[in-house]
């Protein structure tokens, strides 16, 4: 019974992996990503690792245990290459030093640090997901903090510049081991972070969490900064402005676009810029991503008139569903006030877009902030609705199920005759028609609302319409087109903002036109394009010196650059890397357990599991020894084919010579010798290799 359950277990728990996993890893195979993730190919330069100590996850002083763990680095540290970055970095102390630990040469996972006279302030600390993200089975990628670990003492705080999922996704995982230091950011930032570190079980109080307010200048340290206002997708988007020692700025732009009209928050103020620009800025170090883009970027009103148009042009007898972002406070804003004017309930699951509902109400600008309180129709927006729910009262049919017998509400057949404080009542039904659904999973995100409903074989109808108020972000087009390709196999209008003509997103990010506006208001000496592939940083560079900046640099994770009114300088490389979310631990790409995965995914798994009886509890055969062979990922079974089975079996009992009397010895020539020679024989017969696990027993 031992036997059975182990065998069960094991090979339960990695057919699921291995089937989670299979497409996205021989897509990552063939990408250029896995030199980083795998130490063997990438540049040795980008691959060093510091130190093997590990930093306690906890401090005893903490109550709360955190959900998160992280695994040991093994590497051993190389003392004369910690010294020789020492003495680099020594040499320009008077300086500000520039690392970029992540953001560089891909969009996503950002964290920047700077360092001045011997400390160390992080701005940013963000997670990554795209197509490379399902790493064998994890979640995401964050950026490997190992370089900054070695210097705990010297990092005076972390800074936020705004709450989109690249800026602050790891910082949960990763604050307490990086020492719990300080964490200044805005309201909005510090609402969305007390909700992820209450969910990954993480003690934090507000003498952690600092709220600033623009302007507001604050000195840590050797450092001296303040957030200074910025329009983007999300409300709240701040630039870093640091006091360099020659008297000027370093401007760290974080995300950003010229929005005069943001729905949400003040329009981008260019006298700010003007100013910002006269007192003197050395160095901008500034988002790339549409930096290959000609033009100029638009305005959030635009996008709220093109999804208007849109919504127009669905059929008004069927359910219409939006989705977008769910940090995209001023899209769903504009969606909620085109749900009343179309006499349409705007509905949004649980998740992440009513995690934000609550967020937004507590800052003061909630998704209902736009309703007209005068108008006919105030519709009531229904949050927290389970996905589950929604499938079910909307499955296939032309209105919610059933939730009570009486609806002699509508006998008049007004469509909205219902008094307003009843409308929302479980007695009164809502056809399809009644309902605007607000849906995340516009990049394809498998767990969330859209694609769930997407997987619903029967859910949405031909008279239904989905409208996509987004664009994939650069690493997501796979999980998209998927996404795309089950939708329109279900018969639904899908709208796209560039396949069908209606402008129903507009990015949050600055295009050329835009950058070079930039340049002229604030005119630095030095522009160091960050937060972007490298196509686009490279793009930004050369923009940059078209429009007479003096000194630029196409910076790199892992590069440490000296800022100085001489310019900018590559002094030297430190440890960088990724670290991927694996559940509730956060694991090295080359660990143990995501080896053994690559290894199952690739090469299939045999599990043996061999019981050897007392000499008086023999079966009726007379046989004292059992085994079990149970296979994944080589046969459309778990039992192995009889060619198999012979081959394995004959190797165990060729082998029970080395198997140890009860009690002595662990049995592992035992194993080792079943092992190889079960390699041996799938190899033959199937041209695999596959992970191969022993287990024996010696009944009682």
Not at 389 to 403: P, R, T, Y
Not at 469 to 475: L, N, Q, Y
Not at 542 to 563: D, F, Q, W
Not at 592 to 618: C, D
Request: hydrophobic share 40%.
């Amino acid at each position: 019974l031992a036997a059975k359950a182990i065998e069960s277990c094991v090979s339960g728990c990695i057919h699921v992996a291995m089937h989670r996993t299979l497409f996205q890893a021989h897509r990552l195979l063939q990408r250029s990503r896995l030199a980083l993730l795998q130490p063997s190919l990438a540049p040795r330069w980008h691959t060093t690792r510091l130190s093997s100590s590990t930093v306690p996850l906890l401090d005893k002083s903490v109550t709360k245990t955190p959900d998160t763990t992280i695994e040991a680095v093994t590497e051993a540290a190389d003392n004369d290459k910690v010294d020789a970055i020492q003495q680099q970095l020594a040499k320009h102390a008077d300086d500000f030093v520039f690392v970029p630990l992540g953001g560089c040469g891909e969009v996503g996972m950002n964290c920047s640090l700077y360092g001045h006279k011997g400390q160390w302030l992080m701005i940013d600390l963000g997670q990554c997901f795209d197509d490379r993200s399902d790493f064998y089975g994890t979640e995401g990628y964050i950026p490997d903090t190992t370089f900054i670990e070695q210097r705990l003492s010297d990092l005076q705080a972390i800074v936020i510049t705004h709450g989109h999922e690249d800026h602050i996704g790891a910082v949960a995982a990763l604050w307490q081991r990086l020492g719990s230091k300080p964490i200044y950011c805005s309201p909005m930032v510090y609402h969305m972070l007390k909700l992820r570190f209450d969910k990954a079980n993480v003690a934090i109080t507000d003498a952690d969490l600092h709220v600033l307010q623009p302007h507001q200048t604050t000195t840590v340290g050797e450092f001296e900064f303040h957030l200074e206002p910025m329009t983007h997708s999300i409300p709240e988007s701040y630039a870093v402005l640091l006091r360099h020692p020659s008297g000027k700025h370093v401007f760290h732009t974080g995300d950003w676009r010229l929005d005069d009209d943001p729905v949400v928050g003040p329009p981008v103020d260019y006298k700010r810029l003007q100013e910002i620009g006269d007192q003197g800025v050395l160095a901008m170090l500034g988002d790339s991503t549409n930096a290959s883009v000609k033009g100029a970027s638009l305005s959030e009103q635009d996008a709220i008139t093109g999804l208007r148009e849109a919504m127009q042009a669905c059929n008004p007898e069927g359910l219409m569903v939006v989705s977008c972002f769910s940090s995209s406070v001023a899209r769903i804003q504009g969606v909620v006030k085109l749900a009343q004017e179309m006499g349409r309930t705007p509905m949004i699951p649980m998740g992440a877009m009513a995690s934000m509902a609550d967020i937004s109400k507590q800052c003061g600008f909630g998704f209902d902030s736009l309703i007209d309180e005068s108008a006919d129709f105030v519709p009531k927006v229904i949050e927290n609705v389970g996905i589950r729910d929604v499938i079910s009262h909307f499955h296939a049919s032309n209105s919610l199920s059933q939730l009570s017998a009486d609806d002699e509400s509508n006998q008049d057949g007004s469509e909205h005759s219902v008094p307003m404080k009843d409308r929302f009542h479980p007695q009164y039904n809502l056809a399809r028609k009644d309902v605007l659904l607000l849906a995340t999973g516009c990049q394809g995100e498998p767990n969330a609302a859209l694609p769930r409903l997407a997987g619903a074989s029967t859910f949405f109808t031909p008279i239904d319409s989905i409208i996509f108020s987004s664009r994939p972000i650069p690493g997501n087009e796979v999980g998209v087109r998927t996404l795309l390709n089950a939708l329109r196999k279900t018969g639904v209008n899908v709208i796209e903002s560039e396949r069908d003509g209606f402008m129903t997103h507009v990015s949050g990010h600055p295009y050329r036109d835009d950058l070079k506006r930039m340049f002229e208001l604030t005119r630095p000496d030095i522009v160091i394009p960050v937060h972007g592939e490298y196509i686009m940083q490279d793009d930004h560079a050369e923009l940059a010196r078209e429009c007479g900046v003096k000194h630029t640099m196409v910076p790199s994770n892992g590069g440490a650059y000296a800022i100085s009114p001489q310019g900018v300088e590559e002094i030297c490389r430190v440890p960088s890397g990724v670290w991927l979310m694996d559940g509730t631990t956060v694991r090295h790409a080359n660990s143990f357990a995501l080896k053994g995965r690559r290894h199952v995914t690739q090469e299939g798994l045999v599990v043996i599991s061999v019981v050897r009886q007392p000499p008086k509890k023999v079966d009726r055969k007379n046989k004292r020894i059992k085994v079990m062979i149970s296979t994944v990922g080589l046969g459309e079974k778990t039992s192995p084919s009889n060619e198999l089975s012979k081959g394995i079996t004959d190797a165990v009992f060729a082998n029970l010579k080395l198997w140890p009397l009860p009690g002595r010895g662990p049995g592992s020539e035992f194993r080792a010798q079943v092992s190889q020679e079960t390699i041996s024989v799938v190899n033959k017969v199937l041209g695999k290799r596959p992970r191969v696990v022993v287990h024996w027993f010696d009944a009682q």
